[in-house]
């Protein structure tokens, strides 16, 4: 995502929230626990521009490379130290994880810094969203109409004659529908609306206190 345009962030998104209609439950904005340059504040600004604020309330903000963490370090002091990162956990409900591919897979003398720790309360944390949310995906009108469309190809396919699996059939009504469908997506994916009930989020983590610290389910 650094390195791509405006638009080519939106296609790509569209392509992923189609392939989900009537759309996502989650969504993980992945950053790096180093430094904060630039580059990142260019996404943020990016994720800003392009979405609502209802899009970060299915948001989780999941950083890597947590060996950058100094020694008894914690995410939420390294988030704290950073304005624009720190409001950018705030808009997710204070939810934010850390994770390190490199040295904490097997590391079980320090709880903090393990990967099988991590991913579990990141797990919790998804399915807390997702129940505070009431099952609620991210989505609008535009996008449950997809869906509509999406069932009906196939349907239209299945009675087609010809002998595609099943799995073909959805992957060709889902490529069809999003062709057809992508203008008016374009300009209308921004204005999110909930496709269930509303649940506030008017704490600072929906994990476990000690812990007040982005994808896709």
């Not at 950058?68 to 808009?91: A, D, H, S, W, Y």
């Not at 300009?187 to 704490?203: K, V, Y």
Request: charge should be negative; include cysteine; glycine fraction near 6%.
């Amino acid at each position: 995502m650094d390195d791509r345009s405006e638009e080519e962030m939106k296609s790509e998104i569209l392509r992923s929230v189609t392939e989900f209609a009537p759309g996502p439950h989650v969504f993980l904005i992945v950053l790096k626990v180093e430094r904060f340059t630039e580059q990142e504040q260019a996404v943020i600004d990016k994720l800003n521009k392009c979405f609502s604020d209802e899009f970060f309330q299915y948001a989780i903000v999941l950083f890597t490379h947590g060996d950058q963490l100094l020694e008894e370090e914690t995410i939420e002091q390294r988030v704290g130290e950073n304005k624009p990162v720190m409001e950018l956990v705030k808009k997710c409900g204070g939810r934010c994880h850390v994770i390190d591919n490199k040295y904490w897979k097997n590391n079980p003398q320090e709880e903090y810094r393990n990967n099988q720790v991590q991913v579990k309360k990141l797990l919790k944390t998804i399915e807390e969203m997702v129940c505070g949310n009431r099952g609620g995906c991210y989505t609008n009108e535009m996008l449950q109409e997809v869906e509509k469309r999406i069932k009906r190809e196939v349907q239209l396919m299945r009675q087609s004659p010809g002998n595609m699996s099943e799995e073909e059939i959805n992957q060709k009504a889902k490529d069809k529908s999003r062709q057809n469908d992508m203008p008016r997506l374009n300009s209308s994916l921004w204005l999110p609306r909930r496709a269930a009930g509303r649940a506030p989020i008017d704490q600072l983590g929906a994990h476990e206190p000690e812990e007040p610290y982005m994808a896709r389910e």
